[in-house]
């Protein structure tokens, strides 16, 4: 009986991070469309936080964490989600929800670059092949003139990689920061934190603020998604995955993602799919898989200490 329950929860874990983190490219999409960016990202980070902070409290776990850790937070907190997260929901104003999909699953990429810069990793010879095969790819995908001809496409392109950069440098920085034990806690103090700089962030821009009272009904729905499934629900089945399955089953969210974003993005947002774009997706995440199968995972096993110390 327990081996079925655990067998179900593993189900409904994976299709929280294939379906769900896969989704909340076009949530985002559709709620920028009439919401300021950082306003949004702010909003869905500082209540999933605080609910977190309520699960907690209502489970009997302590939120306690040394003043090490809670700076440790706040910073994984900006590279994550003020700056990784906010800049991308900003970024999406000027490019569709499946193409910015596919460009950050590149991330794997990126990451191995920056292993190899920052503290000088070997690259094995399949995983250069992966990163030549990455590069064909990205150029493919932002080489369109169908993208290139939409205004400032070029610039939300631009920003989206200096995101993954910020995602990239914050998976490495988890991997040997003091941080909460308690994943769970761990999370809540990175949405929290990182939605009140982003609070900061739309008051520096002077974005205006509005009830959720006078959205749309579309950006309601699209904001309690946000919040209770793609910023908790998918984020602690993706922990839970790191601990009961094998990093390489988990890894299989980097190529079912941006094939989800960019489904629903031509369904829901009538997003054009380009035969290019089709090929450059192909090759970018055969690369990708080159990486992250000799590799190891590195990235996603370096992601996962950020919130699985526990």
Same mark, same amino acid.
């Given at each position: ?27 985002? &999409? ?8 950082? @306003? ?13 902070? =309520?699960?907690?409290?209502? @489970?009997?776990?302590?939120? =306690? ?12 907190? %900006?590279?994550? *989600? ?18 910015? !999909? ?9 990451? *191995?670059?920056?292993? #190899?810069? *920052? ?7 399949? +995983? ?42 914050? +998976?490495?920085?988890?991997?040997? !920061?003091? #941080? ?11 949405? %929290?934190?990182?939605? /009140?700089? #982003? ?27 946000? /919040? ?20 390489? &089953? ?27 774009? /089709?090929? =450059?997706? !192909? /090759? ?9 199968? &000799? &590799? ?10 950020? +919130?699985?110390?526990?």
């Amino acid at each position: 009986m327990k081996k079925s329950k655990n067998t179900l929860l593993i189900v409904l874990a994976f299709f929280s991070i294939y379906v769900i983190w896969g989704s909340t490219y076009l949530l985002n &999409k559709i709620a920028v469309s009439e919401l300021p960016p950082f @306003m949004l990202a702010a909003t869905r980070f500082v209540i999933a936080g605080v609910l977190i902070f =309520a699960i907690c409290k209502f @489970m009997g776990i302590s939120i =306690a964490i040394s003043k090490k850790q809670l700076q440790n937070t706040i910073f994984a907190g %900006f590279l994550f *989600l003020t700056f990784g997260n906010g800049v991308v929901v900003w970024a999406l104003k000027y490019v569709d929800s499946g193409f910015a !999909a596919l460009e950050i699953s590149a991330q794997p990429l990126l990451v *191995l670059i920056l292993m #190899l810069i *920052l503290q000088g990793k070997k690259i094995q010879l399949m +995983s250069i092949i992966g990163v030549i095969l990455g590069i064909i790819g990205i150029y493919l995908l932002v080489s369109q003139k169908e993208i290139l001809s939409q205004e400032n496409s070029i610039l939300g392109m631009v920003m989206i990689f200096i995101c993954m950069i910020s995602w990239g440098y914050g +998976s490495l920085f988890v991997g040997k !920061a003091d #941080l909460p034990k308690n994943y769970f806690v761990n999370t809540g103090y990175q949405m %929290f934190t990182g939605g /009140i700089m #982003l609070i900061v962030a739309s008051l520096i821009f002077g974005e205006t603020w509005s009830s959720p009272l006078t959205w749309s009904i579309d950006v309601q729905i699209s904001m309690v998604l946000l /919040i209770v499934f793609g910023s908790i629900v998918a984020f602690t089945s993706f922990n839970y995955l790191l601990r009961v399955v094998s990093p390489e &089953k988990v890894a299989t969210s980097t190529y079912v993602n941006p094939i989800i974003a960019i489904a629903l993005g031509w369904h829901f947002l009538d997003e054009q799919i380009t035969t290019q774009s /089709i090929i =450059a997706a !192909a /090759i970018l995440l055969t690369g990708v898989y080159f990486i992250n199968t &000799k &590799k190891k995972l590195t990235l996603f096993s370096r992601f996962g200490r950020m +919130s699985s110390k526990s």
